[in-house]
């Protein structure tokens, strides 16, 4: 679990925060605390509280005489969390249901037993409504959904659902889940009931108010955290194989592959009864099909196959064949991002690095890269400049620009990805200390203190 402000490793989600008013950036004054600054490096909220994390909507976690808590844009602490009780805003590069439009998963591990051994109490504080739900869930559903509703468990470890605006229960706790219960998307979300064999013995959709809406006979859930992609959701038949049914119930793509994925930009990954892999669209056309499970992916309409040692080869959605990328030490190439580049890497030393070539197969940088640990996979150039480590040489950070060029020189020690007009790096001095801080898309420091 991550801790704020724990050391200078605590400074990977020191990131900002987007609004009307623009991106504010945790920084620390010259009295050793810490507030807002924004996009030209002057304070709007003053340096303050003994840590301040990202604002997310806007909140931002802060730190203040040993317990975590949030405070809004004008610098106020709206609450303030009692000794233990523990924070996290995501994983490694990710947030909680949306950096803008997610939450803070709050817990407190339980000094209590029952028959399941030892538990968890959790809430959430919400990054749009400044709602928080207190500590007394089993479980909190975090992943992202375009709903206002979030699932939660009570002690009996059923999930039903609260309004994330109001902090109220919408529908009762009665649906069961393996793990996480499930999310609406587009005003429906597929829910089970299970027997005491944890056997699902009945799937349903419900929609915003709780009306549940049966499935067809001998249709059931594919598993128990069901995720509506495109519409669709996976189900398994009477045949025991898994299909697709849409948010009116109805079954779009009848029961016939050993296992099937959620959809995403229209195309789903499936398992093929004969164990070979491939990727379907909305109507359960077969766009593609290989023996290997890592290539059963479809990105901007492209996908990639190895066709040799060493080589691979770019196909469109079409079957089109665009480019092969061969070379020496070449182990993987992906489907282009919204730019249009595409990252392949090199294993060199016992260490995979990354470079990328453009939709004509040109390399336009080298395979000598690493990343920060907090990049978010798959979204790379999120503002023109990518944040890279030279693992050749320097190991020192800079950032590339869509032409693959170092825009920013290899200088820093440490780099984050930009966020509005500005990212947080460091650099190591001579005389032993770190000068921490932000910088603009010219490498310029905007606002810098000494560690």
């Not at 925060?17 to 050793?32: F, Q, T």
């Not at 979030?150 to 009996?156: C, F, L, P, Q, T």
């Not at 996480?180 to 108010?209: H, K, P, R």
């Not at 119930?249 to 164990?275: K, N, S």
């Amino acid at each position: 679990m991550k801790k704020l402000l724990c050391g200078i490793l605590c400074l990977l989600m020191l990131l900002g925060c987007a609004s009307a008013d623009g991106y504010l950036y945790s920084a620390k004054g010259d009295n050793g605390l810490w507030g807002h600054i924004d996009e030209a490096g002057n304070w709007v909220i003053p340096p303050k509280f003994d840590g301040a994390g990202d604002f997310r909507g806007n909140y931002a976690l802060i730190q203040q005489d040993g317990r975590e808590g949030f405070a809004n844009r004008d610098g106020e602490i709206v609450l303030l969390l009692d000794e233990g009780v523990e924070v996290e805003s995501g994983y490694t590069g990710y947030y909680y249901g949306g950096r803008e439009t997610g939450i803070w998963l709050i817990y407190k591990k339980a000094t209590w037993k029952n028959s399941l051994g030892m538990e968890w109490l959790e809430g959430f504080f919400d990054a749009q409504s400044g709602v928080y739900s207190g500590l007394k869930w089993r479980g909190v559903n975090h992943r992202e959904s375009n709903s206002r509703l979030i699932a939660v468990a009570d002690e009996n470890r059923k999930w039903g659902y609260i309004n994330r605006d109001t902090g109220e229960m919408v529908i009762p706790p009665k649906y069961d889940s393996d793990y996480m219960g499930s999310s609406f998307y587009d005003g429906y979300a597929v829910v089970v009931i299970m027997d005491d064999e944890e056997e699902i013995v009945q799937t349903l959709l419900i929609d915003e108010t709780g009306k549940e809406y049966a499935l067809p006979e001998g249709i059931n859930a594919a598993d128990c955290d069901i995720e509506i992609g495109d519409g669709l959701f996976e189900v398994v038949g009477a045949n025991g194989l898994h299909g697709y049914c849409n948010t009116s119930g109805e079954v779009v793509i009848e029961p016939q592959f050993a296992y099937a994925f959620e959809f995403a930009d229209g195309y789903a990954e499936v398992e093929f009864t004969d164990g070979t892999y491939g990727v379907i669209d909305q109507t359960g056309n077969v766009v593609m099909r290989t023996t290997d499970s890592l290539y059963a992916d479809v990105r901007q309409g492209c996908y990639v196959l190895p066709t040799g040692e060493h080589s691979f080869t770019m196909y469109s959605v079409a079957g089109e064949e665009l480019f092969t990328l061969q070379g020496e030490n070449i182990v993987w190439l992906w489907p282009p991002e919204e730019n249009g580049l595409c990252m392949y890497g090199v294993e060199k030393g016992g260490q995979r690095l990354c470079g990328w070539v453009n939709m004509q197969g040109e390399i336009i940088s080298e395979a000598k890269w690493t990343f920060p640990d907090d990049d978010h996979p798959y979204v790379y150039f999120l503002s023109g400049l990518q944040a890279v480590y030279d693992a050749d040489g320097t190991k020192l950070g800079g950032y590339l620009n869509e032409s693959g060029e170092l825009a920013i020189p290899l200088q820093f020690s440490f780099v984050t990805q930009f966020y509005g007009k500005l990212a947080y790096v460091s650099m190591k001095q001579d005389d032993g200390t770190t000068q921490c801080g932000y910088i603009n898309q010219q490498g310029e420091w905007v606002y810098s203190w000494t560690e």
